[in-house]
């Protein structure tokens, strides 16, 4: 489920230094119960990740399987696609066992069984996640001659690629097979809905009426067993690297997401269901406002309100009572709420299927809470009472859902085919009202969010600040492919929109199928401060802004180009053949060559420019990081410089800044609070970099003087509350810190020093609970500073009640502070691992301050 927020204020005081915060008054959240509950940077981000290095390693390497063929390929196998699974280790620790549920170790054995029942389901290994477990998908259908999965995949694609020409063709209208997609199990302890499958899978395949028989022939139904085994088994919402994957999809840094990605674009669903806990009574969605203003939100809602009301009718239809089973009946959002639980952001599952052209897409919350306090305090028979409740629960949710696949399974396709010819023909969007979307009430103004979508946007190549991010764009390019959104490559130098560009700059015509998605990823996004007083998640998350390529929006009305498709971005990779080599260090994959470089041994020295330089002795070293990192290693006539040493890291942070870190290969130490109690062997570190679950006044007088004793010879770099209440602590740098509000997030305009820590960084950065220093002391120096005006591009920041914490407030103060020994974020430059662009600035303080 989607859990309270912790407001950033509870963590600073959390030290006695965090008085020094200057904070508004109105920053406390109302204690009130207000249902849906909220989430924000998640409960893990509360601590001092620990993940161990293998499991970054895996997800950073780990490969995505296709998970269908061409059409015209010779290697298209027909349905079952059956195979004996390799069974799992018994693992009595497995958290699902007392509760009373399938836990992983049985899964394997239990897909064995259920392949041995006729010929309807299908497993395959989609992947494996960040702890290196298998990842099962199970198609189940009637069989199918490879000749007519061919012919299914035929039709996929014509829906898809040629919209226009499905919409009249009568085989697809015939003989098509809806795609529908349960996905369960993504928040490791939320389990239901894993065993809800398994139990409806093996009714599908052994079931002998007409009525089951119709389905399957009609219907392709896809289910992700688990999408987090490794939370399954350790009990955890998060994966084996600390991640809410139900927060990564725009990003996908971990390999469970690019598993779910692929089943999206691979397997195109018309209908999906995510299946949580634990809201009671039954949540499920559409959402509250505010709306994603990219999707076909007419089509979208239309489906997905009307697969809602069958859904609560299935579940409340089970029968259970407040009074005799604690169960209240089953609520839907855009119905019974004002705010609170939107889908503005494309993080979440359901919201990120809209854009492949799924349009009934749910969140589906089940009632009883079996996890956290309840899974550590209730008995055993009250906790599977529950389980055995949600699993019915989710059960009643996902067969109702077929039953609205089956009935409604023309208008659904042909649903999806509008979607992909609106983006295709540059249609326009349809506003939702009573009139668009006949059926589903309360519509009103506070639900119309629409976009004005650009004739285009250019990813450009050439000198200057573009070639400075020829890393960073091939990656965004790379990313943007991975999405399934079309990109093209100039062949020759072009105008467009009154601006030159260069030969091999990249096009993304917004006249393709998945406008939505390349929009939602490249625009700017918008400042929705005055639409809700409250945000479920992340406002603001621009990959233009945001991933350190430089990214024009283009407004035509003629779009000609001399440009080919391409299906991967050209490599940008190049060694300079004799001399002495530089590299940049403005990017994460040159600063992750540096540290490899480092790591060797090869004695790399440090320019005023900040950038390395490397000796003509690692050539066959920098040959091989560039094919790896895709970073240019140029010649120079340079010398002299710094000498640079591999900087071990000590990191008190939160999963997805450790997750960056080991990302640019840093050597990193975890630490915390309770490690540094415990005797900590500050011998190991260079660097103390500080966010979360580290806490001064939580130290016992050894820990604190061994601390005060590092810092006094090495260096703090800090981000946030926790940060600025250690620096503040050990009176490294003279500043005030200033809380902003809490509840604020998005992207924001920066203003950048011309050397040091942020030279060259982009103008755009990223915050969640933004903080900014004031009363700067003698000899610290601002790094960068928020925009004049309103910084907010994107995102929402209001002020609290008292009028403070605002975006004026902010506005022209210092964002990133430093001094001798320490640099301090008011940022979030690598929140959750997503701004690519920031990472840079927190490598070279790192490397300014060890």
């Known amino acids: 489920?989607?859990?309270?927020?912790?407001?950033?204020?509870?963590?600073?005081?959390?030290?006695?230094?965090?008085?020094?915060?200057?904070?508004?008054?109105?920053?406390?959240?109302?204690?009130?119960?207000?249902?849906?509950?909220?989430?924000?940077?998640?409960?893990?981000?509360?601590?001092?990740?620990?993940?161990?290095?293998?499991?970054?390693?895996?997800?950073?390497?780990?490969?995505?399987?296709?998970?269908?063929?061409?059409?015209?390929?010779?290697?298209?196998?027909?349905?079952?696609?059956?195979?004996?699974?390799?069974?799992?280790?018994?693992?009595?620790?497995?958290?699902?066992?007392?509760?009373?549920?399938?836990?992983?170790?049985?899964?394997?054995?239990?897909?064995?069984?259920?392949?041995?029942?006729?010929?309807?389901?299908?497993?395959?290994?989609?992947?494996?996640?960040?702890?290196?477990?298998?990842?099962?998908?199970?198609?189940?259908?009637?069989?199918?001659?490879?000749?007519?999965?061919?012919?299914?995949?035929?039709?996929?694609?014509?829906?898809?690629?040629?919209?226009?020409?499905?919409?009249?063709?009568?085989?697809?209208?015939?003989?098509?097979?809806?795609?529908?997609?349960?996905?369960?199990?993504?928040?490791?302890?939320?389990?239901?809905?894993?065993?809800?499958?398994?139990?409806?899978?093996?009714?599908?395949?052994?079931?002998e009426d007409s009525r089951t028989a119709g389905l399957l022939a009609r219907n392709r139904v896809y289910f992700n067993i688990t999408a987090n085994p490794d939370g399954r088994i350790a009990g955890t919402r998060a994966n084996a690297n600390g991640f809410d994957m139900n927060r990564d999809f725009v990003t996908a840094s971990q390999p469970e997401v690019r598993v779910m990605r692929q089943i999206?674009?691979?397997?195109?669903?018309?209908?999906?269901?995510?299946?949580?806990?634990?809201?009671?009574?039954?949540?499920?969605?559409?959402?509250?406002?505010?709306?994603?203003?990219?999707?076909?939100?007419?089509?979208?809602?239309?489906?997905?309100?009307?697969?809602?009301?069958?859904?609560?009718?299935?579940?409340?239809?089970?029968?259970?009572?407040?009074?005799?089973?604690?169960?209240?009946?089953?609520?839907i959002p855009f119905r019974d709420q004002e705010e609170g639980w939107d889908d503005w952001p494309p993080i979440f599952t359901p919201q990120y299927a809209a854009f492949h052209g799924t349009v009934a897409a749910h969140t589906v919350e089940i009632p009883l809470?079996?996890?956290?306090?309840?899974?550590?305090?209730?008995?055993?028979?009250?906790?599977?009472?529950?389980?055995?409740?949600?699993?019915?629960?989710?059960?009643?949710?996902?067969?109702?859902?077929?039953?609205?696949?089956?009935?409604?399974?023309?208008?659904?396709?042909?649903?999806?085919?509008?979607?992909?010819?609106?983006?295709?023909?540059g249609a326009a969007q349809v506003e939702v009202s009573p009139e668009t979307v006949p059926g589903v009430p309360g519509i009103g103004p506070e639900d119309v969010y629409t976009t004005d979508f650009p004739r285009a946007y250019v990813i450009p190549a050439g000198g200057g600040r573009a070639q400075r991010s020829a890393t960073a764009a091939a990656r965004l390019v790379d990313h943007l492919l991975a999405n399934d959104v079309q990109v093209r490559r100039a062949t020759k130098d072009f105008r467009l929109g009154g601006k030159a560009y260069a030969k091999g700059s990249y096009v993304v015509d917004l006249h393709q199928p998945k406008r939505g998605m390349a929009n939602v990823m490249l625009a700017d996004g918008r400042d929705i401060s005055d639409k809700v007083s409250v945000m479920y998640d992340i406002s603001g998350w621009s990959l233009g802004r945001l991933w350190g390529a430089t990214v024009d929006s283009v407004r035509t009305d003629r779009l000609s180009v001399p440009a080919r498709a391409v299906n991967e971005a050209a490599s940008v990779g190049y060694v300079a053949p004799r001399g002495t080599l530089r590299l940049r260090l403005d990017d994460a994959r040159e600063i992750a060559a540096l540290n490899s470089l480092l790591a060797d041994g090869v004695s790399v020295r440090r320019t005023a420019d900040g950038s390395a330089l490397v000796p003509a002795s690692a050539r066959a070293k920098a040959v091989a990081l560039a094919r790896r990192y895709d970073v240019a290693f140029d010649a120079t006539k340079a010398t002299g410089g710094t000498p640079m040493q591999r900087v071990r890291v000590a990191a008190a942070v939160t999963p997805g800044e450790l997750f960056a870190l080991r990302e640019m290969n840093f050597d990193v130490v975890p630490v915390s609070t309770a490690i540094l109690n415990a005797g900590f062997d500050w011998s190991?570190?260079?660097?103390?970099?500080?966010?979360?679950?580290?806490?001064?006044?939580?130290?016992?007088?050894a820990a604190r003087a061994a601390l005060g004793g590092f810092l006094d010879r090495e260096g703090l770099v800090g981000r946030g509350a926790t940060g600025a209440a250690l620096n503040a602590a050990t009176g490294l740098l003279s500043v005030r810190p200033v809380q902003g509000n809490g509840d604020a997030n998005g992207v924001v305009r920066v203003v950048n020093s011309t050397t040091g820590v942020t030279a060259g960084a982009p103008d755009h950065g990223f915050v969640y609970a933004p903080m900014w220093f004031t009363g700067l002391g003698s000899g610290v120096r601002v790094e960068q500073s928020y925009g004049t005006g309103n910084p907010l591009v994107s995102g929402h920041w209001r002020p609290v009640e008292d009028g403070s914490g605002g975006p004026a407030q902010a506005a022209g103060q210092a964002s990133v502070v430093s001094g001798p020994h320490a640099v301090l974020f008011g940022t979030e430059p690598l929140f959750r691992d997503h701004p690519k662009g920031e990472f840079a600035q927190v490598a070279r303080a790192l490397l300014t301050v060890s």
Do not use: C
Request: glycine share 8%.
């Open 684 to 701: 190991k570190a260079d660097v103390l970099f500080a966010s979360a679950g580290l806490s001064h006044a939580g130290l016992n007088a």
């Open 1 to 207: 489920m989607r859990l309270p927020r912790p407001v950033l204020l509870a963590t600073a005081t959390a030290t006695a230094a965090a008085s020094l915060l200057l904070t508004p008054s109105g920053a406390v959240a109302d204690p009130a119960p207000q249902p849906p509950v909220r989430e924000g940077a998640g409960l893990s981000d509360r601590a001092a990740a620990r993940t161990p290095e293998s499991t970054t390693d895996r997800a950073l390497t780990a490969p995505v399987t296709e998970l269908t063929e061409s059409a015209g390929g010779t290697r298209t196998r027909g349905y079952p696609r059956e195979q004996v699974l390799t069974p799992d280790p018994v693992n009595p620790a497995d958290k699902s066992i007392k509760l009373g549920l399938t836990p992983y170790h049985s899964i394997a054995p239990k897909l064995n069984a259920l392949q041995r029942l006729g010929d309807r389901v299908s497993v395959e290994v989609a992947g494996r996640s960040a702890g290196g477990h298998r990842l099962y998908l199970v198609t189940v259908t009637a069989p199918e001659s490879s000749g007519q999965a061919r012919a299914q995949e035929r039709m996929r694609e014509l829906i898809e690629r040629a919209p226009a020409a499905a919409a009249k063709d009568p085989a697809i209208k015939r003989t098509y097979k809806t795609p529908v997609f349960f996905n369960n199990n993504i928040h490791g302890n939320e389990w239901e809905g894993t065993d809800a499958s398994l139990e409806l899978i093996e009714q599908l395949a052994t079931a």
């Open 369 to 425: 809470a079996v996890n956290n306090e309840e899974y550590d305090e209730l008995s055993v028979d009250e906790l599977r009472r529950r389980s055995a409740i949600n699993v019915d629960v989710a059960g009643a949710a996902i067969r109702a859902t077929l039953d609205y696949a089956q009935a409604n399974r023309t208008s659904l396709i042909a649903d999806q085919i509008e979607v992909f010819r609106r983006g295709a023909t």
């Open 264 to 331: 999206e674009i691979d397997k195109q669903p018309a209908v999906m269901v995510d299946t949580h806990g634990y809201v009671n009574g039954t949540l499920i969605e559409p959402t509250t406002p505010p709306h994603g203003e990219n999707y076909e939100y007419d089509l979208f809602l239309k489906n997905t309100y009307a697969n809602a009301l069958g859904m609560e009718t299935a579940v409340n239809g089970l029968g259970y009572t407040p009074e005799k089973d604690g169960v209240e009946p089953a609520q």
